[in-house]
């Protein structure tokens, strides 16, 4: 007799044990029992909430799984698309090794100069290299020396250029390396057909891409923004 098996669900039938809703009350409690955010990373996120765009801030809890795939992956090069005021340089600098290098690129340069005073001030500055410019033109320079040698890359930058930075930091990303890139939930705004705009289309056309990408792995955690973590494949 053949075994009894299970008729499979439809494919159309939504899992029982989705994420959770982070209502306030719940997040309250996820920083609560999980965020260890030191004194140095405190100061930084209140200097910063006093500028206009502090909403680009990263959330402590994203800043403490960055830290903590940084010592879990121990990258020797690590580079940043997109620093702002530096809460995430400043986050992976603390936790990559100390013969560890990061590269970071930031075209606003009163971004670095704050960040740089905080990685300081945490005695990293010496084995941090910033770039004030446009990320495209430093990333196709730095192809040209050290394709496939970064083994940790997070982007957090301009949406406009958003598929170009994926396809860069992919050749720049040596096989089995790390790449996070934040926003991919974009307030939410990507489940919504209403919102139309070019931040919510490349952002949305960045997630298909990736989804289709067989040269990778990953996944796209509901956490902060919204992160996606991605693998190249060996």
């Given at each position: 007799m053949l075994?009894?098996?299970p008729k499979p669900l439809?494919?159309?039938?939504k899992p029982v044990n989705r994420t959770v809703n982070v209502d306030d009350r719940l997040?309250?409690?996820?920083?609560?029992?999980?965020?260890?955010?030191?004194?140095?990373?405190?100061?930084?996120?209140?200097?910063?909430?006093?500028?206009?765009m502090a909403r680009m801030q990263l959330s402590p809890e994203v800043g403490q799984l960055l830290a903590l795939l940084v010592k879990m992956q121990a990258p020797s090069k690590i580079l940043e698309i997109?620093?702002?005021t530096g809460y995430s340089t400043l986050s992976m600098a603390m936790a990559?090794?100390?013969?560890?290098?990061?590269?970071a690129i930031e075209k606003k340069q009163m971004w670095l100069d704050i960040a740089a005073r905080y990685l300081d001030q945490?005695?990293?500055?010496?084995?941090?290299?910033?770039?004030?410019?446009?990320?495209?033109?430093v990333m196709t320079s730095l192809l040209e020396n050290e394709s496939e040698t970064f083994d940790f890359i997070f982007i957090d930058a301009d949406k406009k250029?958003?598929?170009?930075?994926?396809q860069l930091a992919k050749q720049l990303l040596r096989p089995g390396g790390c790449l996070l890139i934040d926003n991919t939930l974009w307030w939410g705004n990507v489940a919504d057909d209403?919102?139309?705009?070019?931040?919510?289309k490349i952002v949305r056309e960045l997630n298909t891409t990736i989804h289709q990408d067989q040269a990778v792995d990953l996944s796209l955690i509901p956490i902060g923004d919204g992160l996606t973590l991605v693998r190249k494949r060996i």
């Open positions: 075994p009894n098996f439809p494919e159309d039938d997040y309250q409690y996820l920083v609560d029992v999980s965020v260890r955010e030191s004194d140095l990373l405190k100061s930084l996120r209140r200097e910063t909430a006093q500028y206009h997109g620093v702002f990559m090794p100390k013969d560890a290098t990061l590269v945490a005695g990293v500055m010496d084995r941090v290299t910033t770039y004030c410019d446009k990320a495209l033109p250029n958003l598929l170009a930075y994926y209403d919102f139309t705009d070019k931040d919510t």
